[in-house]
């Protein structure tokens, strides 16, 4: 039956050489913007700060669980992280009202708006790749996203305790 079976051209493995190269690419430079100091001067955060204060731009307060489980870390790592972010004043952290054993784990007013001030530049940059895409290529480019955040995802929890 005509069409019914996909024919491999010469030019599929160059293309998948490609994007696997592309995806490796991508997947460094994550790692790496995760440690990587800002070249900002003065106060911002580095991408992983970022991504454990996020939580916090929409709620009051939260446990340091949440966020560590939120971010993608261990709490030990979370922890670490707000020791920093406190020592400059950007949250704060006092017992949970509701749980006494609980550490709860605010935005100071100065946290606020630094995060408010980076999360707009970070949003306006977003902006700038997405209205830089062909118009054609603007929907494809969330199902590709969508796609690489459930292979990051499986990756990160390794293959199931049966792989055969």
Not at 2 to 24: C, K, Y
Not at 149 to 158: F, N, Q, V
Request: no cysteine; charged share 30%.
């Amino acid at each position: 039956m005509a069409g019914s079976s996909r024919r491999h051209t010469p030019a599929e493995p160059q293309d998948a050489q490609a994007f696997l190269a592309a995806l490796d690419s991508y997947a460094a430079a994550v790692r790496r913007a995760r440690g990587a100091r800002p070249r900002a001067t003065g106060d911002w955060l580095t991408l992983s700060q970022y991504g454990l204060l996020e939580p916090l731009a929409r709620q009051p307060e939260a446990r340091i669980r949440e966020l560590a489980d939120a971010a993608g870390i261990t709490a030990s790592t979370a922890t670490r992280i707000l020791d920093a972010l406190e020592r400059r004043g950007i949250v704060r952290r006092t017992r949970s009202a509701a749980d006494r054993r609980a550490v709860a784990v605010t935005l100071t007013p100065q946290g606020r708006r630094l995060f408010e001030t980076q999360h707009a530049w970070v949003r306006e940059r977003e902006r700038a790749l997405y209205e830089g895409l062909p118009p054609r290529e603007r929907a494809i480019a969330a199902r590709v996203l969508g796609g690489l955040t459930e292979l990051i995802d499986e990756l990160a929890a390794g293959p199931p305790d049966n792989p055969a």
